[in-house]
């Protein structure tokens, strides 16, 4: 057998086995190697998720005003601008009050 054979025979499994071991491992968040489970497989909250939900609950919207729907953008006033909110491409119906849809298409703050 020529020696390129003899590699490709030795190469290709080993390749096949790391790539099923990655699928494995993005599936599963298994690590292959410890068999610890990572990320949200532990069910383990991050302490940036942590942070996030407690800036939420501590400082809850005033109201939602009803001109955005499906996100919670706080009545006008105060003005608030695209860079204020944490939401894009969401759907503008009514007065729009902190004119996030300046071209009025229905769609605010279009990224
Ligand atoms: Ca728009």
Redesign the pocket.
């Known amino acids: 057998m020529k020696p390129v054979i003899i590699a490709a025979l030795i190469v290709v499994p080993f390749v096949l086995f790391i790539a099923a071991a990655l699928v494995y491992q993005s599936q599963t968040g298994t690590d292959i190697v410890t068999g610890e489970k990572k990320g949200v497989a532990a069910g383990k909250w991050g302490e940036e998720e942590i942070a996030k939900i407690k800036s939420i609950i501590d400082n809850p919207p005033a109201s939602c005003d009803p001109s955005y729907l499906a996100v919670c953008i706080e009545q006008y006033p105060p003005d608030l601008d695209c860079e204020d909110i944490r939401y894009s491409n969401f759907m503008?119906v009514g007065d729009d009050p902190h004119e996030f849809?300046?071209?009025?298409?229905?769609?605010?703050c279009?990224k």
């Open positions: 503008v849809d300046i071209d009025s298409n229905g769609i605010g279009e």
